[in-house]
């Protein structure tokens, strides 16, 4: 498990350090440096699958899981001197690296890597691994395939793009996380808790599959279960709606990850409904306290509410969830980071000012009109 990064003179900060724990949410309003911690993990990551960190190259800023850009977009505008830094801490390994940022050239070049333990062999570098980024696809009538993305490492790919192969491919694979048992499933078959959890958001769905090698493509239709238990017709995904399309690769990447693997989600209540919110978060919560650690950027405090149900009810111990509040501080060149707690019962250590805190300020003002 990742248990800290610390980050120097890296896009919006200065020096900052992360802690994460199994379930780590990242909050705080747009612009305050919730996707920079995120991307310099996905950065080790696409620069170790490149191979360029093993000849000193340096870093791959842009690439299949991040588009930095160039040096001085990623180097700290405010900066004392010409060196970033990116640290990171595992349970059995860490890694210290520097890098040299050249004015001219406006490029970062490593200057060194220092590691300890088998740090490039961590499940941030391997297929136990799913990130799925706040752009994913919409409703699409048949997915592309991937014969070494989905076969050889089972991703869903970035935009979630590779699910219904993915899904078509693995469907009938045992599903092996009993803590994601909601007790609905028709059968032990990832498709079948898949629909299950789905089902809190959309009731009754199903999903079909037809595979089309010769043009590698997955047709996915949607169907309904009726009140006589027989399936309704079989609708395209560009009829259901948006909710299905965008929850679809969260309910699988967190279903089929194996244990002590890693899933990295950002934005996952789009498109989703207040309830189905809730039940991702829990679905969440759960996951992480199955083995699977997952980092979350997110907006909803619904999502929010249902990880403090899931803790409230015993279902993830609140000593393995970190709550993370990004903000700008008057007078600072950077943000700063708050780390927030959730007690045994679901309460918040604190509710600092501007911590999903709009309804409360939106319905004090609706009062104050009614005076």
């Not at 379930?23 to 310099?40: D, F």
């Not at 219904?164 to 693995?170: D, G, I, R, T, V």
């Not at 279902?315 to 700008?328: A, E, F, G, H």
Request: hydrophobic share 40%; net charge negative.
């Amino acid at each position: 498990m990742i248990r800290s990064l610390v980050l120097s003179n890296f896009k919006c900060y200065e020096s900052q350090e992360f802690s994460f724990k199994p379930l780590t949410v990242i909050s705080g309003l747009n612009s305050t440096g919730k996707s920079t911690l995120v991307q310099a993990l996905l950065l080790l990551r696409q620069s170790n699958r490149e191979g360029i960190l093993s000849d000193g190259r340096g870093l791959s800023l842009n690439g299949e899981l991040v588009e930095l850009g160039t040096g001085a977009d990623v180097f700290f505008e405010s900066a004392g001197g010409d060196r970033a830094g990116i640290s990171v801490v595992t349970d059995e390994s860490s890694m210290r690296m520097d890098l040299d940022y050249d004015l001219r050239s406006r490029s970062l070049r490593l200057h060194s890597c220092i590691t300890d333990g088998d740090f490039w062999k961590h499940t941030l570098f391997g297929d136990a691994f799913q990130y799925l980024r706040a752009e994913r696809l919409g409703p699409r009538s048949s997915g592309v395939m991937s014969e070494f993305g989905v076969r050889e490492r089972r991703q869903l790919g970035a935009n979630g793009q590779f699910t219904a192969h993915f899904l078509s491919e693995y469907r009938a694979e045992e599903m092996g996380h009993h803590d994601l048992d909601l007790g609905t499933a028709t059968a032990r078959s990832l498709l079948a808790h898949v629909e299950a959890w789905l089902a809190e958001i959309s009731p009754g769905v199903r999903l079909n599959f037809d595979v089309m090698d010769r043009v590698d493509l997955v047709r996915m239709t949607v169907s309904y279960a009726t009140a006589q238990a027989v399936p309704s017709e079989e609708y395209r995904p560009t009829n259901v709606g948006f909710g299905i399309s965008y929850a679809l690769p969260i309910v699988v990447a967190l279903l089929s990850t194996a244990q002590g693997g890693l899933v990295i989600l950002e934005n996952p209540e789009a498109h989703v409904h207040p309830r189905g919110q809730t039940r991702l978060g829990e679905m969440i919560a759960r996951a992480a306290a199955s083995g699977i650690q997952v980092i979350v950027e997110t907006h909803s405090d619904h999502l929010l509410n249902g990880v403090r149900l899931a803790v409230a009810e015993k279902k993830i111990s609140s000593t393995d969830v970190q709550l993370l509040y990004n903000r700008w501080t008057l007078g600072s060149n950077s943000p700063s980071v708050r780390e927030i707690h959730v007690k045994p019962d679901g309460r918040l250590s604190e509710w600092p000012d501007g911590f999903f805190d709009e309804f409360e300020r939106s319905l004090d003002a609706l009062i104050q009109h009614q005076d």
